[in-house]
């Protein structure tokens, strides 16, 4: 290896160091000037190089100097430069003793500061625009629980910021979430927020309703359109929710010839009896939900491309309670209350018991937890509700398949009641709609969907 010259490496050092250096003599004369000195200021070392640092601040190429102030006290510098670059430094000037304590060299270190300066003003104006997102939802809060309705998860009340932008305006917003979310509560949501609050609020369960009779429990039908029609006729829901809102929940469950008359609804405002020939007006908001892949759907052909870009103009993901939890204890809460005072009691959960259900995953989502608080409110037998009230959430998380022994306390009806509940909510989870969640447990549509809604109420 050859001989290392360690001028030549400390010159090389010098000039790549990621740090501006510049250096001047004890007279304050320019002797070296790096690179990064360059870059971060914009001058040319060509200027400055031989030149008195004194002249270079008087001529202005230099705002101020550290050199100046360490060959005055003998004392370290650091001060603060923005250059014309338009970067911030941090300037140390430091002196250099010869071995008779007099200064020989200063030696001036400039590290840019530009991206941290940034990064400090993007995180005040971030913590600005936080305090304001704070307070915006906080009124949101406030206004959501007025109406009886819990929202003390951070992403609930996100959700009621994107409701909170749409509800005043007649846009067709579509609420996607899984079963249980409580999409029908942010709808009424919708509705109260809306010119037409005072106008009906018309719930339609596309699942629940048989195919063959879907269009005229809709659309209503005239007098004699078909056997068994009442012969004075009758107003389809969209006629009822006129001025007002239609939901319509389950919306991945319409046929495809009923969603060529739903699209026509929408586009032209306007209906037509079963039966009938004359259109009928309507002035109508259409919200609608769905827990499926209505996107899917449509790649396989079982939704129409037109019908879906109607009414995914403000789409908006309701999610589910195991992504909020912080929801969990004001909804136990709410529940309770809601049955305390139907029933007259004063029935609490203690400690132990709400951290069960603070716990649990819930894959029923809202829906499964006011299940579990009924239940759990029935089994007590004490003013408290005790980790021994809880048996149907001991039995869920058991493997799948197996919900263990009877408890003890849990009597054989309610016990296979709550069986049967299991067995249906996890079917409907599987398959995300009636039909295929009837037929996967042997039973007719009509009946899965006539016990699921025994069990729970939307």
């Not at 090389?12 to 990064?36: C, M, P």
């Not at 609020?201 to 629940?208: E, P, R, Y």
């Not at 004359?278 to 939900?289: C, G, Q, T």
Request: proline letters at 3%; hydrophobic letters at 40%; aromatic letters at 8%.
């Amino acid at each position: 290896m050859d001989k290392i010259n360690l001028d030549e490496w400390m010159a090389d050092i010098l000039e790549n160091s990621f740090d501006g250096i510049y250096i001047t003599d004890n007279h304050a004369n320019t002797i070296l000037v790096n690179k990064s000195y360059e870059t971060i200021t914009g001058l040319d070392r060509g200027e400055l190089l031989n030149h008195n640092m004194e002249e270079l601040v008087e001529r202005k190429v230099i705002s101020a100097s550290g050199t100046l102030m360490v060959l005055r006290t003998g004392q370290p510098v650091t001060l603060q430069q923005e250059f014309k670059t338009g970067k911030k430094a941090l300037i140390t000037s430091s002196p250099v003793f010869d071995s008779k304590h007099q200064v020989a060299l200063v030696v001036t270190n400039v590290r840019d500061l530009t991206e941290i300066y940034n990064l400090k003003v993007e995180l005040k104006k971030n913590s600005k625009q936080q305090t304001i997102l704070q307070k915006e939802l906080e009124h949101m809060r406030e206004q959501f629980l007025n109406q009886d309705v819990v929202a003390d998860d951070m992403r609930t009340l996100e959700t009621l910021r994107m409701v909170d932008k749409v509800k005043r305006l007649d846009t067709t917003v579509t609420l996607v979430g899984e079963t249980g979310v409580g999409k029908e509560v942010f709808a009424k949501y919708i509705h109260q927020g809306s010119a037409r609050s005072s106008y009906p609020f018309i719930k339609v369960n596309c699942a629940t309703i048989p195919e063959n009779l879907m269009e005229s429990e809709l659309f209503g039908y005239e007098k004699g359109a078909f056997t068994g029609a009442d012969r004075h006729g009758k107003a389809g829901l969209f006629e009822v929710a006129d001025k007002g809102t239609i939901f319509l929940d389950e919306i991945g469950e319409l046929p495809l010839n009923m969603q060529v008359k739903l699209l026509r609804v929408i586009q032209e405002r306007e209906i037509k009896r079963v039966g009938g020939v004359k259109p009928i007006h309507l002035d109508v908001r259409i919200l609608a939900a769905t827990n499926r892949d209505l996107e899917e759907m449509l790649k396989e052909g079982r939704f129409r491309e037109d019908l879906y870009y109607r009414l995914m103009v403000f789409p908006i993901r309701v999610p589910p309670l195991r992504e909020r939890m912080d929801d969990i204890s004001g909804l136990t809460e709410l529940f309770l209350r809601q049955l305390n005072r139907k029933y007259g009691t004063d029935k609490r959960f203690s400690r132990e018991a709400l951290q069960i259900l603070l716990e649990y995953q819930w894959p029923g989502n809202i829906r499964e937890l006011k299940n579990v608080v009924e239940r759990a409110y029935i089994i007590s037998s004490e003013d408290w509700i005790l980790p021994n009230c809880l048996p149907m959430i001991q039995n869920r998380t058991r493997e799948a398949g197996t919900f263990g022994g009877m408890p003890a306390g849990f009597g054989l009806s309610a016990y296979l009641e709550q069986l049967e509940w299991n067995y249906i909510n996890e079917a409907y989870e599987k398959y995300g709609n009636i039909r295929d969640a009837a037929a996967s447990l042997g039973m007719a549509a009509a009946t899965f969907a006539r016990k699921k809604n025994k069990h729970v109420k939307d």
